[in-house]
């Protein structure tokens, strides 16, 4: 059965106090709305159509950078969700099949979940999402009868009786795409929010002979996100799933709760990573590598029997083969650094590519920005960078070349050959005994005084 995803995203977030629309405020590094939109991706959808309305370019711009078929509906008014859905039938017009509605405040329904509702559709018109909520507060509740779902009071029109059942609404619905905007043709607003109810349609649905269900799903997948303090237990509920899936995949975690992931990372077994160490989006590291405590990556791709760190800090660009080592306090950026590279204290690479094998002294930098432009900086194999090395952008040293330790280098340096590059050492013998033996002289007369 074909899918449709309609995503509401078009509420402002008021009580996120923020600038930024609610749903583009981010959870492990992507934003809200890519979390739902990315567990709805796994039903491969055939569109997707983000509901958008404060805030609607930027939800635009976002969604789109994630699956560049997304469309926007606009809701420029925001009368309540069943007004929202209608909002994007017009973009669907040419589909024909299931849509189901997703929210991007809602970022954890999983890809599991989905594939449950989209399995109950063969045997029911309207299937909703349920939860027993250990504080059902606020949220509609779910009237059933058995297997059946007769419909969906909000707690503002619900009964004390009502209220106190505990099976929730989650929002996220499952209908034929015909059928769903013929149901919301018919909800009317007349209840005390003065909204159009998306949850009238299991009622509307019921009274026209069609048959509705609920498919239920942990609460924890059912989190929204209204404020920062919500933003922050999100952060949290996903590191902890994180954490636990990446044991679970066989990568050592010295310290799990000191980890953190990104939406996106992705590490192959027997991977270690050791204390305090942050992932920021798009990396990869592949088996049997190790991370070591206090490492920050990025945008970086660390191949398998690498070492990095402790106090490591990859960013966008470093590409580390089989067996590098990066040790403390070394940057790398933009940098492809071959098989064997070792590079173990103190350094800055970026804007480079070295070959295999060449080692990088303590303290090497790669000068590579000029103020205005950036340059890049090429070594061959099983070179031997100095200590404290300068290498001037644009320059390159060749294959199995060495620089002297303290060397600025500004000219290619060929295959094979030293580059010595700092002042001629002046030695004068006894001079140091001299000088000691005058300051020390000074000291004492000074103390007298
Ligand atoms: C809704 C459900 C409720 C459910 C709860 C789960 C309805 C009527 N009620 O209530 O049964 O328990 O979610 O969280 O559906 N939105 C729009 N445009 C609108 C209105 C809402 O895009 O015009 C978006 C909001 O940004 C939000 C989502 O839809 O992301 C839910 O809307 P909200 O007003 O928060 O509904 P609830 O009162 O929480
Ligand atoms: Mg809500």
């Not at 669907?92 to 890809?111: H, R």
């Not at 992932?279 to 398998?304: D, K």
């Not at 031997?384 to 060397?407: E, H, K, R, W």
């Amino acid at each position: 059965m074909p899918v449709a995803l309609i995503v509401l995203a078009a509420g402002k977030g008021t009580r996120m106090q923020s600038d930024l629309p609610k749903v583009l405020h981010k959870i492990a590094h992507a934003p809200m709305l890519w979390h739902a939109m990315r567990a709805g991706q796994a039903l491969e959808p055939d569109a997707c159509v983000v509901v958008a309305g404060h805030g609607a370019e930027a939800v635009e711009a976002s969604a789109k950078s994630l699956d560049d078929r997304a469309v926007i509906a606009l809701q420029s008014e925001q009368l309540g969700t069943a007004h929202a859905v209608a909002q994007a039938f017009p973009a669907l017009e040419d589909f024909s099949g299931d849509a189901i509605v997703l929210y991007g405040d809602t970022p954890f329904i999983s890809e599991h979940t989905l594939a449950r509702m989209a399995e109950a559709r063969a045997r029911h018109d309207v299937v909703v999402l349920g939860f027993e909520a250990a504080d059902p507060a606020r949220y509609g509740r779910l009237i059933t009868d058995g297997d059946a779902l007769l419909r969906i009071v909000e707690f503002k029109d619900a009964s004390a009786e009502e209220r106190a059942i505990r099976l929730c609404n989650s929002g996220v619905v499952a209908a034929n795409k015909t059928t769903l905007a013929a149901l919301i043709d018919a909800v009317g607003n007349n209840n005390s929010a003065g909204e159009f109810y998306l949850t009238d349609i299991v009622e509307i649905a019921r009274a026209r002979g069609l048959s509705a269900t609920v498919v239920r799903c942990d609460e924890a997948e059912t989190m929204g996100v209204n404020s920062r303090a919500d933003l922050a237990q999100a952060e949290a509920a996903f590191q902890a799933r994180a954490r636990a899936e990446a044991l679970e995949n066989g990568i050592t975690l010295a310290a799990p709760e000191t980890v953190f992931f990104a939406w996106d990372t992705v590490i192959g077994r027997d991977t270690e990573v050791e204390q305090n160490v942050v992932f920021g989006p798009e990396v990869t590291v592949e088996s049997g590598a190790r991370i070591r405590a206090f490492s920050h990556l990025e945008g970086c791709h660390v191949s398998r029997g690498a070492v990095v760190g402790p106090y490591a800090r990859l960013r966008p660009g470093a590409e580390l083969a089989e067996d590098v080592h990066i040790g403390n306090f070394v940057e790398v950026k933009n940098a492809i650094l071959h098989e064997g590279v070792k590079a173990n204290h103190l350094t800055y690479i970026g804007d480079a590519e070295i070959g295999e094998r060449t080692n990088i002294g303590a303290g090497t930098i790669t000068c590579n920005y000029d103020g205005v432009f950036k340059h890049k900086t090429t070594i061959g194999k099983n070179a031997f960078i100095g200590s404290d090395t300068m290498l001037v952008a644009p320059v390159t040293v060749g294959d199995g070349a060495m620089t002297g330790s303290g060397s600025t280098i500004t000219r290619d340096v060929p295959d094979g050959a030293l580059a010595l590059a700092r002042p001629q050492q002046v030695t004068k013998d006894g001079f140091a005994t001299k000088l000691f033996t005058m300051l020390k002289a000074k000291r004492a007369k000074q103390s007298k005084q």
